[in-house]
């Protein structure tokens, strides 16, 4: 069965920098666009950053654009988030999320990850 | 970007009641590519209905969704204890957006 499991969330200071994973299994992840998608404390859902199936291609939302990079490893079925330059606006649940149909870049998530928790505090 | 808007922000209902919820797009929605999830404390969200009216796997005929163009609604026919959740609106036909929630509470 499909599996998506987040790692690498904690507490950072502003300023300083994490790493998320998504470790994915039960499905051809080279095939897949994949999503970070985030949700501050209380509040609603917000993308945050896509990258294509094959890498290729990568977008980032403009409230992380320059601090943020997506990458993913599809020999070891990994997806990457780096943080840079953390604000305590990036405070939230931070979840990997697949598209539903194999190459499409945009679409509906059918599986997420069950959430990793960054806090960005002094 | 296409900015979608839900309503009521909070709906208060009792079990066996019927929940109708909106999302209003700022602007034409191409090919009805609007799906729904719902989210529990703690949970990651769970897909609904994509499509505008196509449910996902495994979910119950009580959930339904409709609408088109700018106006869609997600109706819960009897609500089960279970189905009190917020719920979120998701767009995919002009980049991607998801709208604000909404929260289904019990009476």
């Known amino acids: 069965q499909v599996q998506l499991v987040e790692s690498g969330g904690g507490v950072v200071q502003p300023g300083r920098s994490l790493r998320l994973s998504c470790a994915a299994s039960?499905?051809?992840?080279?095939?897949?666009?994949m999503y970070w998608v985030r949700q501050a404390p209380g509040k609603g859902l917000e993308w945050v950053s896509l990258?294509?199936?094959?890498?290729?291609?990568?977008y980032y939302a403009d409230s992380v654009k320059g601090r943020f990079t997506i990458s993913r490893d599809n020999s070891q079925n990994t997806l990457y988030l780096q943080m840079n330059s953390l604000r305590p606006e990036d405070t939230a649940v931070y979840y990997c999320a697949r598209v539903r149909y194999p190459v499409v870049v945009i679409h509906y998530f059918d599986y997420w990850g069950q959430g990793t928790l960054v806090t960005v505090s002094s | 970007e296409i900015v979608l808007t839900q309503s009521p922000g909070t709906l208060s209902l009792s079990p066996g009641e019927r929940a109708t919820l909106s999302c209003r797009a700022s602007?034409?929605?191409?090919?009805?590519?609007l799906a729904w999830y719902q989210q529990k404390p703690g949970q990651a969200p769970r897909l609904l209905i994509y499509?505008?009216?196509s449910r996902a796997t495994g979910i119950p005929d009580r959930f339904s969704g409709s609408g088109s163009g700018t106006d869609f609604t997600l109706t819960i026919r009897r609500l089960e204890p279970e189905d009190f959740a917020v719920y979120y609106c998701?767009?995919?036909?002009?980049?991607?957006?998801f709208g604000g929630g909404s929260k289904v509470e019990i009476k």
């Open positions: 990258i294509s199936y094959d890498g290729s291609n990568k």
């Open positions: 602007q034409s929605v191409s090919s009805s590519y």
């Open positions: 039960g499905f051809p992840f080279t095939s897949y666009t």
């Open positions: 998701q767009q995919y036909g002009n980049s991607l957006t």
């Open positions: 499509g505008a009216f």
